[in-house]
């Protein structure tokens, strides 16, 4: 029932109807295509660096409030008690302000690293992160690309915290706390694809206002959250060396030689071991003639 | 053991299992002199490194390191898990020349070096679960219950308890005569061979898991360190590096424990080292080559001008190249001190990989460097003091550097059995 909630917000948010037989969650292979997942599309060029998301997602999410005056001229990380910060950013175009937080992966580097399988990814987009499996490892921080976990380093009882796109909200047919409270329009939930029609629409209808790009589009494969800018994205804090592939490519080539080691390695030890035992046991009889 | 309780078709439990408690306390008494200044120090360093563990468990990993959210892994992880299995590699490589290739000249360290590369595991490997937020969990990707089989860390995790099992296997046979149970002796000397073939294939796949932990490190790893071939390179530096760790230990445990040492140990022990530096040099060449082609097809030469080529050149050159040629020219002129010199440049250099890779190089562009505290130091210096008290106490109750040489056909060792019985 949950999961139809869910669907229905993305309807609503999308705009888009669905088939009414493609909503029963029992069906739907446990992977859904990618266009079905869910994301925020964010405008920077619209962002008014309020930080209403700020509060929004601390409320949302039982974390102490953030500090109400803040230092401008520091970029700010997230972290185990934020989830999600705005930063300013001094630019050719003027100040320019965005939003950060988990990007919710395609393919999360996080995910695959995990090997409890305590961090996930749903099959409707979201991240998430289950106490009861995390040996807390630290390998997702390790693999990260966006450096998106975060690790309670002063607790015996750590958790590792991060966006986890309000997935309790999600599952009440509710948008994430931060986008239904920006006052300002910057952040649109919707589904993936829709999101990017409409990025790509914006671009189209004021070309010279954005850069012709969609960050999260291509980058590690694509992201379930995507930005607009009006100036290059590395100025604006984001990293631009992650490159188009998935990061669990990374260390695919190397688990498929895996298998191929733990079986074909013993058997040609075993031949190598007879084939120097059986000229041993030569050498020893023509010794012995001797 | 069920052979001790049974004399005569008659079980005699009682006083066999009196006779066996007695013998057990006997052996943990400790020997020789207590208050020696390496029993001070290392029980100093334990004692410290326990009350800090002990704050560390009660009060959050941050209570006594520097690890942050930008370096989540510091000392513990590149140090002692990630150093510390490189230097265990000689465990596989003797055994493979031991037990595969039937190089019986080497048969005389072959004990005394899987103890060491045992006990490195357990508790080299083992100073994983220190460094674990949540260590309660670790049996979760053992049980089954979430097999998260995309991760090379569960290989890795996977690999690290399947091998300490094969290397105790390996070792069992001088835990039998230890306690004097021939029998049982036998059936385990039985599981050698498998136990050796089992082990090599696990440690080629861990050892170079421990590099594939890095593959998604892309971009926070330094370009000069970072290759698709991390894997590779690891598993062809675990190779001399497990064996400098054998020439190193084997000098120090040959003085220290010379009343231990076997006749045979002791009549080739300069022998043995001198066709271990011969292997070590090969491997080492073979590395340099390996680490050429990367450079070159990684394009690093625009990193060679920077504060960071230099460093990387020191690692190659000063602590790869130079004991490589040490190494060789020690074989050739017979010299164990060159010998010796080369081992030691040799583990400096794997220490400075192993942490250029993990610690030093990750987040290379960061302006704030993370340095561990001197607790993390002494957490690390209590594990090694640790596994040292262990491998002590092991070296001198068991038959580690003497004991029967058995021939590897069945023949042979029925004929050791007979004349020990």
Same mark, same amino acid.
């Given at each position: 029932?949950?999961?139809?909630?869910?669907?229905?917000?993305?309807?609503?948010?999308?705009?888009?109807?669905?088939?009414?037989?493609?909503?029963?969650?029992?069906?739907?292979?446990?992977?859904?295509?990618?266009?079905?997942?869910?994301?925020?599309?964010?405008?920077?060029?619209?962002?008014? *660096?309020?930080?209403?998301?700020?509060?929004?997602?601390?409320?949302?999410?039982?974390?102490?409030?953030?500090?109400?005056?803040?230092?401008?001229?520091?970029?700010?990380?997230?972290?185990?008690?934020?989830?999600?910060?705005?930063?300013?950013?001094?630019?050719?175009?003027?100040?320019?302000?965005?939003?950060?937080?988990?990007?919710?992966?395609?393919?999360?580097?996080?995910?695959?690293?995990?090997?409890?399988?305590?961090?996930?990814?749903?099959?409707? *987009?979201?991240?998430?992160?289950?106490?009861?499996?995390?040996?807390?490892?630290?390998?997702?921080?390790?693999?990260?690309?966006?450096?998106?976990?975060?690790?309670?380093?002063?607790?015996?009882?750590?958790?590792?915290?991060?966006?986890?796109?309000?997935?309790?909200?999600?599952?009440? *047919?509710?948008?994430?706390?931060?986008?239904?409270?920006?006052?300002?329009?910057?952040?649109?939930?919707?589904?993936?694809?829709?999101?990017?029609?409409?990025?790509?629409?914006?671009?189209?209808?004021?070309?010279?206002?954005?850069?012709?790009?969609?960050?999260?589009?291509?980058?590690?494969?694509?992201?379930?959250?995507?930005?607009?800018?009006?100036?290059?994205?590395?100025?604006?804090?984001?990293?631009?060396?992650?490159?188009?592939?998935?990061?669990?490519?990374?260390?695919?080539?190397?688990?498929?030689?895996?298998?191929?080691?733990?079986?074909?390695?013993?058997?040609?030890?075993?031949?190598?071991?007879?084939?120097?035992?059986?000229?041993?046991?030569?050498?020893?009889?023509?010794?012995?003639?001797? | 053991?069920?052979?001790?309780?049974?004399?005569?078709?008659?079980?005699?439990?009682?006083?066999?299992?009196?006779?066996?408690?007695?013998?057990?306390?006997?052996?943990?008494?400790?020997?020789?002199?207590?208050?020696?200044?390496?029993?001070?120090?290392?029980?100093?360093?334990?004692?410290?490194?326990?009350?800090?563990?002990?704050?560390?468990?009660?009060?959050?990993?941050?209570?006594?390191?520097?690890?942050?959210?930008?370096?989540?892994?510091?000392?513990?992880?590149?140090?002692?898990?990630?150093?510390?299995?490189?230097?265990?590699?000689?465990?596989?490589?003797?055994?493979?020349?031991?037990?595969?290739?039937?190089?019986?000249?080497?048969?005389?360290?072959?004990?005394?070096?899987?103890?060491?590369?045992?006990?490195?595991?357990?508790?080299?490997?083992?100073?994983?679960?220190?460094?674990?937020?949540?260590?309660?969990?670790?049996?979760?990707?053992?049980?089954?219950?979430?097999?998260?089989?995309?991760?090379?860390?569960?290989?890795?995790?996977?690999?690290?308890?399947?091998?300490?099992?094969?290397?105790?296997?390996?070792?069992?046979?001088?835990?039998?005569?230890?306690?004097?149970?021939?029998?049982?002796?036998?059936?385990?000397?039985?599981?050698?061979?498998?136990?050796?073939?089992?082990?090599?294939?696990?440690?080629?796949?861990?050892?170079?898991?421990?590099?594939?932990?890095?593959?998604?490190?892309?971009?926070?790893?330094?370009?000069?360190?970072?290759?698709?071939?991390?894997?590779?390179?690891?598993?062809?530096?675990?190779?001399?590096?497990?064996?400098?760790?054998?020439?190193?230990?084997?000098?120090?445990?040959?003085?220290?424990?010379?009343?231990?040492?076997?006749?045979?140990?002791?009549?080739?022990?300069?022998?043995?080292?001198?066709?271990?530096?011969?292997?070590?040099?090969?491997?080492?060449?073979?590395?340099?080559?390996?680490?050429?082609?990367?450079?070159?097809?990684?394009?690093?030469?625009?990193?060679?001008?920077?504060?960071?080529?230099?460093?990387?050149?020191?690692?190659?050159?000063?602590?790869?190249?130079?004991?490589?040629?040490?190494?060789?020219?020690?074989?050739?002129?017979?010299?164990?001190?060159?010998?010796?010199?080369?081992?030691?440049?040799?583990?400096?250099?794997?220490?400075?990989?192993?942490?250029?890779?993990?610690?030093?190089?990750?987040?290379?562009?960061?302006?704030?460097?993370?340095?561990?505290?001197?607790?993390?130091?002494?957490?690390?210096?209590?594990?090694?003091?640790?596994?040292?008290?262990?491998?002590?106490?092991?070296?001198?109750?068991?038959?580690?550097?003497?004991?029967?040489?058995?021939?590897?056909?069945?023949?042979?060792?029925?004929?050791?059995?007979?004349?020990?019985?």
């Amino acid at each position: 029932m949950k999961r139809r909630d869910l669907l229905k917000t993305m309807c609503a948010a999308g705009g888009v109807s669905l088939v009414g037989g493609r909503l029963g969650a029992e069906e739907r292979p446990p992977t859904a295509p990618l266009a079905d997942r869910v994301g925020v599309l964010v405008d920077t060029t619209k962002c008014l *660096g309020c930080r209403m998301c700020e509060f929004a997602c601390a409320t949302a999410n039982d974390l102490p409030q953030p500090e109400a005056s803040i230092d401008r001229s520091v970029e700010r990380q997230t972290s185990p008690t934020q989830w999600t910060v705005v930063n300013r950013y001094e630019t050719a175009k003027g100040p320019v302000t965005a939003k950060r937080q988990c990007m919710h992966c395609l393919q999360p580097a996080c995910a695959s690293a995990c090997l409890t399988k305590a961090m996930y990814k749903e099959p409707e *987009g979201p991240v998430r992160w289950r106490e009861s499996k995390c040996m807390g490892c630290r390998f997702c921080m390790v693999s990260c690309p966006f450096d998106a976990p975060k690790f309670q380093y002063d607790s015996p009882v750590p958790k590792i915290q991060k966006c986890v796109m309000c997935w309790e909200r999600l599952e009440q *047919g509710e948008r994430p706390a931060c986008v239904a409270n920006c006052p300002a329009g910057a952040l649109q939930f919707g589904r993936r694809s829709d999101l990017l029609d409409e990025g790509r629409r914006r671009i189209a209808l004021e070309p010279e206002k954005y850069v012709h790009h969609i960050y999260g589009e291509r980058e590690v494969g694509g992201t379930s959250w995507l930005y607009l800018a009006s100036v290059p994205f590395e100025q604006l804090g984001f990293p631009a060396d992650v490159g188009e592939t998935p990061f669990p490519v990374y260390t695919r080539e190397f688990l498929y030689g895996v298998p191929l080691v733990l079986t074909l390695a013993p058997p040609l030890l075993l031949a190598l071991s007879r084939a120097s035992r059986a000229r041993q046991i030569a050498e020893g009889e023509e010794e012995e003639e001797r | 053991m069920t052979m001790h309780l049974v004399d005569g078709g008659r079980p005699r439990f009682g006083p066999e299992l009196r006779r066996f408690g007695t013998f057990l306390l006997g052996e943990l008494k400790p020997r020789g002199r207590l208050l020696t200044p390496f029993n001070v120090i290392t029980s100093a360093i334990v004692l410290l490194g326990g009350v800090l563990l002990v704050i560390r468990f009660a009060k959050g990993l941050g209570s006594i390191t520097n690890l942050s959210q930008d370096v989540p892994w510091g000392l513990w992880i590149g140090f002692d898990v990630i150093t510390g299995v490189a230097f265990a590699g000689g465990a596989y490589v003797v055994t493979f020349m031991v037990y595969i290739l039937g190089q019986e000249k080497y048969h005389p360290i072959v004990r005394v070096t899987v103890l060491n590369g045992f006990l490195a595991y357990v508790f080299y490997a083992g100073a994983l679960l220190l460094d674990l937020g949540r260590p309660w969990n670790v049996i979760n990707p053992i049980i089954g219950n979430s097999f998260g089989v995309s991760s090379v860390l569960f290989l890795v995790a996977w690999h690290f308890m399947l091998y300490m099992m094969a290397e105790f296997i390996e070792f069992s046979p001088a835990v039998a005569e230890w306690l004097g149970w021939r029998r049982v002796r036998r059936v385990l000397k039985a599981l050698t061979l498998g136990a050796v073939i089992f082990g090599i294939t696990l440690s080629l796949l861990h050892q170079s898991g421990l590099g594939a932990l890095y593959l998604m490190a892309k971009g926070k790893v330094h370009p000069l360190w970072y290759s698709e071939f991390i894997p590779i390179l690891f598993v062809v530096s675990s190779v001399f590096a497990g064996l400098s760790m054998v020439i190193f230990e084997g000098s120090i445990t040959h003085k220290v424990f010379h009343h231990r040492v076997g006749q045979r140990l002791r009549a080739t022990h300069d022998d043995i080292l001198r066709g271990l530096a011969r292997i070590c040099a090969g491997a080492m060449f073979v590395y340099l080559f390996l680490q050429l082609i990367v450079f070159v097809h990684g394009q690093r030469w625009t990193y060679l001008g920077t504060g960071w080529g230099a460093w990387y050149l020191l690692e190659i050159v000063g602590f790869v190249g130079v004991p490589a040629a040490l190494f060789l020219s020690g074989f050739r002129k017979g010299r164990l001190p060159v010998i010796r010199a080369a081992a030691v440049l040799t583990l400096l250099g794997i220490v400075l990989n192993r942490l250029n890779v993990s610690v030093i190089g990750f987040k290379w562009y960061m302006a704030e460097r993370y340095v561990p505290t001197w607790m993390e130091i002494v957490v690390t210096l209590a594990v090694i003091s640790a596994e040292i008290w262990v491998f002590r106490w092991v070296v001198n109750r068991m038959p580690v550097l003497s004991f029967a040489e058995v021939d590897r056909t069945g023949e042979g060792e029925r004929r050791v059995d007979i004349v020990a019985a």
